[in-house]
C-alpha cells in the first residue's frame, strides 16, 4: 500500500481554494475523502446577497479533486475533467460551509467522485458529481498518428 499524499503540504503551497478563503480538514480527510470548510464573507456572495455558484463549485471541485489527489502515486497528477453541480439551498454570509469529497472509483486514467456540501446545520445545500483525469510521467509518451489529407476533390464533367 502507498502512504497517502500529503494534502496538507500542498494545501499550503496556496492556490485557488486558498484564496476564496477555504481550507482541508485534516481531521476529516483520508485516503479517498477529503473535507474542505470555510465561512462565507461578502465577497462570496452574488447580487442577490447569497453564495454565488461558483463558491458552492470552488469548494466541492476542491473537496473532490483532493479526494482523487490521495490516491495518486508520486508520479502521478490529475485534473477535473468534469463536474456537475446541484445547486439545492443558499447559504448566506456567515454560514460555515463543509464540503465532503469522496472517490467512488479511480481506474488507471479515470477516476470518479462525489462530493456534498452542507451548512453548519447539516443540511445539503449542494451535490455534485465528475471525473478526473490522471496521468503518470511513468506511462510511455503517446504517439498520435499523422492524419492524411484526403485528395481534393475533381470537379465534376457535365
Known amino acids: ?21 477555504f481550507a482541508i480538514d485534516p481531521t476529516r480527510s483520508h485516503r479517498g475523502v477529503c473535507t474542505v470548510t470555510g465561512r462565507v464573507e461578502r465577497r462570496h456572495l452574488n447580487i442577490n446577497g ?9 469548494i466541492l471541485d476542491t473537496a473532490m479533486g483532493a479526494s482523487v489527489v490521495s490516491l495518486l ?7 477535473t475533467t468534469s463536474l456537475y453541480v446541484e445547486f439545492l439551498r443558499a447559504a448566506r454570509e456567515g454560514d460555515t460551509l463543509t464540503a465532503r469529497g469522496e472517490v467512488l472509483r479511480r481506474g488507471r486514467h479515470i477516476a470518479f467522485a462525489e462530493g456534498n456540501l452542507t451548512g453548519a446545520d447539516g443540511r445539503r445545500l449542494s451535490q455534485a458529481r465528475g471525473t478526473w483525469y490522471i496521468w503518470s510521467t511513468e506511462d510511455p509518451p503517446r504517439t498520435h498518428p499523422t492524419p492524411t489529407r484526403a485528395a481534393p476533390a475533381r470537379a465534376l464533367r457535365r
Open 1 to 21: 500500500m502507498r502512504p497517502i499524499p500529503d494534502l496538507l503540504a500542498a494545501a499550503r503551497r496556496g492556490g485557488f481554494h486558498q484564496e476564496v478563503g
Open 73 to 79: 502515486t508520486e508520479s502521478e497528477t490529475t485534473a
Open 50 to 58: 447569497v453564495v454565488h455558484g461558483g463558491v458552492y463549485a470552488t
